[in-house]
């Protein structure tokens, strides 16, 4: 158990808000960034908090613009020892905008140069774990046709084509390592790249609100929903070993200036489609009362990630696609049943 203080902005998503959670519930002191007193009310009165009976560890300090220069200063005081960057604009699914680098990619980079910049300050600042993205290290074509090319943390591909503005670097790995590089500060940084992130979701509090994450994949199959137009690359893992392996990241047994995938071996071949069996067998009432007619189909590609380094750093993961699936669907059940008022006593 650790008192140390950690700061962490994001805390009002998914990832960060049970990565809050885990590092809570491991004696951490932590200070919430976030952009407003609503967020802020909204993740210190979510019932899985408030369970927890920590408002002794949680504190939380204002930044509204997290992309100005100096945003970070008074966030990252002489008493924080690490810091979880889980905050990013980017969106769940592709932008459609022709804006994509302006409305998204620049402000990723931009609040992770000013979280950097505000840890240099600091000399109490020991390390920065860094959310960052699968999606910076692979060839794309490889997410959605099988090349038989395996990435892993450490592998990184040059700027991809597309609406991003020449010469600037366009995922945060990439800005974070050229700043460090230069700049050379007294702390290190980890970089941690899930894949889609799946299982219960603390600050979803509507079935609608699980259309605008990673869940929505295997629900929206489950529901019965078209088949997916194009096949999509297997590569899951579940909430709660992505949130464990964020807070383990801060162990100094751990070497810095590290990169790791997190992704559910790809040796192990689960499918997207085994979510079916794994709901007929652990909701048979609900597939029998049509909540979930199971009529969807998406065709996997094979898993193109490598974790190898990850679980050799932090150990096996927790929890496998079967665990993440039976989460998700318990969770839109009690908030279907929420909706609806009635009483359908169909969770596992």
């Known amino acids: 158990m650790s008192s140390e203080l950690i700061l962490l902005t994001g805390a ?110 600091r000399p109490s600042v020991g390390r920065v774990v860094i959310t960052s993205s699968c999606i910076g290290v692979i060839d794309l074509a490889a997410a959605f046709s099988d090349t038989g090319k395996v990435f892993t943390g450490d592998t990184r591909q040059p700027n991809m084509d597309g609406p991003f503005e020449p010469g600037t670097p366009s995922f945060v790995a990439y800005a974070a390592e050229e700043w460090m590089g230069k700049h050379q500060p007294h702390f290190d940084i980890i970089h941690l790249m899930p894949t889609y992130v799946l299982g219960r979701n603390d600050m979803c509090d509507s079935v609608a609100g699980m259309q605008l994450d990673s869940n929505s994949i295997p629900l929206n199959f489950m529901l019965g929903t078209e088949a997916s137009p194009q096949p999509m690359a297997m590569v899951v893992n579940h909430i709660d070993d992505c949130a464990r392996i964020h807070v383990k990241a801060l162990a100094p047994r751990i070497e810095g200036n590290q990169s790791f995938m997190i992704c559910y071996d790809c040796d192990s071949k689960p499918q997207w489609n085994d979510a079916k069996g794994i709901v007929e067998k652990h909701f048979p009432e609900a597939v029998k009362a049509g909540l979930l007619p199971c009529r969807g189909d998406v065709l996997s590609v094979p898993s193109i990630l490598d974790s190898k380094k990850t679980v050799e750093t932090f150990g096996d993961f927790k929890y496998t696609y079967e665990d993440a699936v039976v989460s998700l669907v318990n969770q839109y059940l009690e908030l279907r049943e929420k909706e609806s008022g009635h009483v359908n006593g169909l969770k596992d």
Not at 37 to 50: E, F, G, P, T
């Open 12 to 121: 009002s998503g998914n990832i960060g808000f049970r990565t809050l959670r885990f590092a809570l519930e491991h004696g951490y002191r932590v200070r919430a960034v976030v952009r407003s007193q609503q967020k802020a009310d909204a993740v210190q009165n979510n019932r899985a908090l408030i369970e927890l009976k920590a408002d002794s560890q949680l504190s939380f300090v204002e930044v509204p613009d997290f992309t100005v220069p100096n945003a970070f200063d008074k966030a990252v005081t002489d008493d924080v020892k690490y810091i979880i960057h889980c905050a990013s604009p980017m969106p769940f699914s592709a932008p459609t905008t022709d804006h994509a680098y302006e409305e998204y990619i620049k402000p990723a980079v931009d609040s992770t140069l000013e979280v950097l910049r505000s840890a240099a300050k």
